[in-house]
């Protein structure tokens, strides 16, 4: 089955590096995706990779694909206080028709 | 410029009495999904629409009913809302079931709370 794990709260402080963790285990997933959700907002879609990518850069994001190890990361640099959200992994497979959630990742900047 | 839109925002209903979230969409998307959110958990797909193909998740209460009477509208009908059924109810759409780059677009939720 599908299942997408994510570990739940991150705290950094303003301008350093963020990391954010996620394990699926669906070896035919074909796009994995992250998403930002602000308080008492939906979710916006932050940025993508498809499963025959290493990486994918946009902007302060850094996306970063293990297939071997079912480990998705996302980087954001330089992070700033409005980056404090709750970031969701989802994963879409070969043979599904719906995006799979993790449970998100709190993300907390300190100024 | 919204282009999912959800309304209410905030919805208090009684215990027990039916209540309904309203979805729309300005994409002409094909597909509109309903996702649970309570507090702390992964979004839950409840059902979704394919054109007017309804697909509901095996998991779903009976609880839980949807109605797509066009392209541009879907609702969300909870016959008899229970303390359990609190949580944020979030609308998507997507062009077509293989998402792509384009994985869906959200609205920004109703958050229902049961009294």
């Known amino acids: 089955g599908e299942d997408v794990e994510q570990s739940l709260f991150l705290s950094v402080r303003e301008g350093d590096s963020s990391v954010i963790n996620c394990t699926y285990t669906?070896?035919?997933?074909?796009?994995l995706y992250w998403y930002k959700q602000e308080p008492g907002a939906g979710l916006q879609l932050l940025t993508y990779i498809f499963s025959n990518m290493d990486m994918k850069q946009d902007q302060r994001l850094t996306v970063l694909l293990n297939k071997k190890d079912k480990h998705l990361s996302l980087r954001i640099a330089d992070t700033q206080t409005g980056d404090s959200a709750i970031y969701f992994c989802?994963?879409?497979?070969?043979?599904?028709?719906?995006?799979?959630f993790g449970a998100g990742t709190i993300l907390r900047v300190k100024s | 410029d919204a282009m999912v839109i959800q309304n209410p925002r905030y919805q208090v209903t009684q215990f027990g009495k039916p209540v309904t979230l309203s979805c729309s969409q300005t994409?002409?998307?094909?597909?509109m999904y309903w996702y649970q959110q309570k507090s702390s958990q992964a979004p839950k797909l409840l059902f979704h629409?394919?054109?007017?193909?309804?697909?509901n998740e095996a998991d779903t209460p009976d609880n839980f009913q949807s109605r797509r009477p066009n392209t541009s509208f879907c609702f969300l009908d909870i016959r008899s809302p229970g303390l359990g059924d609190a949580a944020m109810y979030l609308c998507?759409?997507?062009?077509?079931?293989?998402?792509?780059?384009?994985?869906?677009?959200f609205g920004s939720g109703t958050r229902l709370t049961v009294v």
């Open positions: 994409l002409n998307h094909n597909v």
């Open positions: 629409y394919y054109d007017k193909d309804f697909n």
């Open positions: 998507a759409t997507s062009r077509d079931s293989g998402v792509g780059s384009y994985g869906y677009t």
């Open positions: 669906d070896s035919s997933s074909t796009y």
């Open positions: 989802a994963e879409i497979t070969e043979y599904g028709n719906k995006l799979v």
